[in-house]
């Protein structure tokens, strides 16, 4: 079985754009969450996502969002780039039934210039 | 605010020793779960226990919940050169996958194990 996969790997942009990271769960997985990992802040929940509508959102400014197709894929953008949201980000599958674990891709790491 | 905070920070042993991680959170629990990460990768889910259990074993892993001390203790027995990588501890507060499911994780312990 296929694990969870994250596109790109790497990533440099300049402030002020934006950009687009891509997720596919595990086969059957309708539950897919995101995280920014800083060594400063550690891991920060910014949203999760089911069958397409996202029930669940973290701390983060506007200019963070996301979205799910009807395939369970997502993808999470970020406009206006900052220096600070340089990070790796983690996308995380689950079946989505309680006491359930989460499945992570290997992450994008984002930086900033 | 974080809800885990793994302690030790960082912790350094010999191959064979054994190694103990402890996490404490602040809030009622639905379960509790820790993770390993190596460097610059994704995280790989070891055990999930529920608030209801108190102790758990998987390998050479076993982990303990005490809901009355809201703690959480990861033990890794005979600790091998490949365990270095750092450990997640991370809480379901939630209702049970409702709007609020979500795991809020700690800043990890970061385990070296020199051969």
């Known amino acids: 079985k296929a694990g969870v996969t994250q596109t790109p790997r790497y990533l440099i942009k300049t402030r002020g754009q934006q950009v687009t990271l891509s997720c596919s769960p595990i086969s059957g997985h309708r539950s897919v969450s995101w995280y920014q990992q800083t060594p400063g802040q550690g891991l920060q929940f910014l949203f999760e996502?089911?069958?397409?509508?996202?029930?669940n959102k973290g701390n983060f400014p506007g200019r963070f969002s996301g979205r799910q197709f009807s395939n369970s894929r997502s993808e999470m953008n970020v406009s206006t780039l900052e220096l600070g949201d340089s990070a790796l980000y983690l996308c995380a599958s689950s079946w989505d039934s309680y006491n359930s674990p989460l499945h992570f891709g290997n992450g994008t790491r984002l930086t900033v210039t | 605010s974080q809800q885990g905070e793994e302690d030790p920070q960082a912790l350094s042993i010999q191959e064979g020793e054994n190694a103990t991680m402890n996490c404490s959170y602040k809030?009622?629990?639905?379960?509790l779960q820790w993770y390993r990460q190596n460097s610059g990768r994704g995280l790989v889910h070891l055990i999930l226990?529920?608030?209801?259990?108190r102790e758990k074993h998987s390998g050479r892993l076993r982990v303990t919940l005490d809901t009355s001390k809201k703690s959480s203790s990861l033990l890794i027995t005979a600790s091998r050169a490949a365990d270095t990588a750092s450990y997640f501890c991370a809480t379901d507060a939630s209702g049970g996958g409702g709007s609020n499911y979500k795991l809020t994780f700690g800043k990890g312990t970061l385990l070296t194990v020199n051969p």
């Open positions: 996502y089911f069958s397409e509508t996202q029930r």
């Open positions: 809030t009622s629990i639905n379960n």
């Open positions: 226990i529920r608030s209801n259990e």
